[in-house]
């Protein structure tokens, strides 16, 4: 054998001598690091809540601010002309890259409401009833002009893949509420033609133990895949043989100490106990019929009107965080239409979500987030034909909403400038969001932490303050 195998084949011996000293002492490698990551869990409520549960109201492709919330008389009056080149020199603008930036004022009529006097667009007048519990922040900031980057930070507070989502972080961080339940949901809706992929990663749990990760719920008849027991095996038979296969994952659980064998386990035990707790969830027969003529569903469809119910449904359950995805805000071409669409979707059921969650004494400890990975340029994408007419995406300067726990209602937090281009007032970029978010939690976003890769990595990375204008 040459020098370089014996090097090697000492090294491999050095390791499992190492090993085998560790495993006698009952503390494998495995098993250590597992030991470090539940410590570390321990750093949980450095200062009280006011929130217990999240919803976020995740509108993937990035919706136009400016058509919905940002008021820009000005830029109207400029519609057409080209943007001032004092604003946009040598910035990126994603796609209009390289060619003439005209301005494109919003067509929508805008009108102020409630007793705050926020301004918002015809398109949300159901938001409009229920204006006055939101906290709208309308200088929010991303460094993405992309979506799949852009989609990254915003759900992992980084633009590359490989890190835990928010909702895993809370997992992590509180734990779950109901043993029976998922502590992280998903649901999906949209059209899948011609919107921006959503990857499972989006809601994955990186670098933590994998039984954090977020759980999709399905529409239709299984919510979850293989959850019915197949013909001829009863609850006693799969009792029986979860029991047997645990046996066995506890032995290899003790011999390698390995933390994915404690997520099996888990698994295993959750999925049984949501073989009795799902199909309660999304029976609907005993919500009242006004509940469901408030967000416009009937039982069995699949919608995010549906979706929107079933999240209160989660809530009322405990489930720690609830993330909607809603596919199709992507609008470089026809613009109106497709907007408009989305509106219809989405605007009557968030707002009777709000409602409904006020009316059950669950708004005051929830934390309902709605936003995109950005927004849209002031500038136009394509002509201004109602089929052509469109907008590029825009992370310098869009709006995204807070309600409910410990959310300074019936407010407006920061400001764009008169062609809602760039941000002149109170920025706040992503990291700052999830700080403020997991503020409301009761966590101290700089302590909620995860040795990897030789240092402390936290879901919001090394920036991020919390907003505390946006607390009551």
């Not at 569903?297 to 979706?307: I, L, Q």
């Not at 929830?366 to 907008?391: C, H, K, N, Y």
Request: charge should be neutral; glycine fraction near 10%.
């Amino acid at each position: 054998m040459n020098t370089v195998g014996l090097e090697t084949l000492g090294r491999q011996q050095l390791a499992l001598s190492r090993r085998s000293f560790l495993s006698g002492a009952g503390l494998s490698l495995g098993s250590m690091a597992l030991a470090s990551l539940e410590r570390a869990a321990g750093l949980r409520v450095p200062h009280v809540p006011r929130a217990k549960r999240v919803i976020f109201l995740f509108m993937a492709g990035g919706p136009s601010q400016l058509d919905l919330f940002d008021h820009k008389p000005a830029l109207v009056a400029m519609n057409g002309q080209p943007m001032p080149e004092s604003l946009t020199r040598g910035n990126r603008v994603a796609q209009l890259q390289g060619r003439r930036l005209i301005a494109a004022g919003s067509r929508y009529a805008f009108k102020r409401h409630g007793q705050s006097g926020t301004w918002l667009s015809e398109l949300l007048p159901h938001t409009a009833t229920v204006v006055d519990k939101l906290c709208i922040v309308q200088s929010m900031w991303t460094p993405s002009i992309n979506h799949d980057p852009g989609m990254t930070m915003m759900q992992t507070g980084h633009e590359l893949p490989g890190r835990p989502a928010m909702g895993a972080w809370l997992s992590y961080g509180l734990g779950a509420l109901n043993r029976d339940l998922p502590a992280f949901v998903v649901m999906i809706s949209g059209a899948i033609s011609g919107a921006q992929p959503l990857y499972a990663r989006l809601w994955g749990a990186g670098f933590l133990p994998g039984r954090h990760q977020g759980v999709t719920l399905r529409t239709g008849r299984d919510p979850v895949l293989f959850l019915h027991d197949p013909p001829g095996v009863d609850p006693a038979t799969r009792r029986t043989m979860l029991d047997t296969v645990r046996e066995l994952n506890e032995l290899e659980l003790g011999a390698v100490g390995d933390r994915e064998v404690r997520t099996r386990i888990e698994a295993y035990e959750l999925a049984f106990r949501m073989q009795t707790s799902v199909p309660d969830l999304v029976d609907l027969s005993n919500e009242p019929r006004h509940v469901l003529d408030l967000y416009g569903v009937e039982p069995g469809e699949s919608s995010f009107a549906m979706n929107c119910l079933r999240a209160r449904r989660l809530i009322e359950r405990d489930v720690r965080f609830v993330q909607l995805c809603d596919r199709g805000w992507d609008h470089h071409q026809i613009l109106e239409p497709s907007l408009e669409g989305k509106c219809r979707q989405t605007d009557r059921a968030i707002a009777a979500l709000l409602v409904d969650l006020d009316r059950r004494g669950l708004l005051e400890d929830t934390l309902v987030i709605w936003g995109g990975e950005f927004g849209r340029s002031p500038m136009l994408q394509g002509d201004t034909a109602p089929r052509a007419f469109g907008r590029d995406h825009h992370g310098r300067a869009f709006t995204m909403w807070m309600a409910g726990a410990g959310v300074r209602a019936g407010t407006v937090h920061g400001s764009t400038d008169d062609l809602g281009y760039d941000i002149v007032k109170n920025k706040v970029d992503v990291h700052d969001l999830h700080a403020t978010a997991l503020h409301l939690l009761g966590l101290d976003h700089e302590k909620l932490t995860v040795p990897h890769q030789g240092r402390d990595m936290r879901l919001t990375d090394v920036a991020g303050k919390v907003v505390r204008e946006l607390l009551a």
